[in-house]
């Protein structure tokens, strides 16, 4: 299997970018990075609850790879003495998951480059080897992960023809939309709103194309 993995920014945009101009790679073989966003949010929730981000499961990062992106934990587990429960469950706060936790996730690599003056590397590194392991070996039974990928036939009405974050389900080296998911109209605003940046993108983006 061929696979291309994007991750310089605009991760998504660039991703799509580089699909078109290669029509003859099949578009499910071209991906994205936002593991590191997907990482980032399972390690909030973890420091919150005081577990380890590997106790936390089935976050969600919708949409583009910038500060629109949505960390969605309605869907999250996470394990505390030993029993699964949902991480709005067990933190028992909206307003921080709803406010503070998500903006943290969004504006977490600017606050990087501001504090170290230089770019979370080794974090970027760890996700890309998370995203590369996770296509290679699957993803373990029970969990899904977030991945940039192309949106055609999905089942959470955002439009075809954009690259956006989704949960994915990884079997044999081919991805799966996770189906069936309930979204709340809280969800629903903040998957819209990242996927019109992404068309805004695309469209300028096609546009330079066009005329270079």
Not at 3 to 18: K, M
Not at 143 to 164: A, K, R, T
Request: glycine share 6%; proline share 4%.
């Amino acid at each position: 299997m061929f696979s291309v993995i994007v991750v310089g920014n605009p991760a998504n945009t660039n991703c799509l970018t580089a699909s078109k101009s290669a029509p003859s790679i099949p578009k499910e073989n071209f991906s994205c990075l936002t593991r590191l966003d997907h990482n980032r949010a399972k390690s909030q929730i973890a420091l919150k609850l005081g577990v380890t981000a590997d106790d936390v499961k089935n976050v969600i990062i919708w949409g583009n790879h910038s500060s629109t992106q949505y960390p969605d934990v309605n869907h999250a587990k996470v394990k505390l003495q030993g029993k699964e429960v949902g991480v709005y469950e067990a933190l028992k706060d909206d307003s921080w998951l709803k406010g503070e936790f998500i903006t943290t996730v969004q504006q977490r690599g600017a606050a990087v480059i501001k504090a170290r003056k230089l770019s979370s590397a080794m974090s970027a590194a760890k996700a890309i080897s998370d995203h590369v392991r996770d296509i290679w070996f699957g993803t373990p039974e029970g969990e899904f992960v977030s991945m940039g990928v192309i949106s055609d036939g999905n089942s959470y009405g955002i439009p075809d023809d954009l690259l956006y974050s989704f949960p994915v389900v990884i079997k044999n080296k081919t991805w799966k939309f996770v189906e069936g998911l309930p979204i709340n109209d809280f969800s629903r605003e903040k998957m819209d709103l990242t996927a019109k940046e992404l068309a805004e993108e695309k469209e300028t983006a096609f546009e330079f194309l066009s005329s270079a």
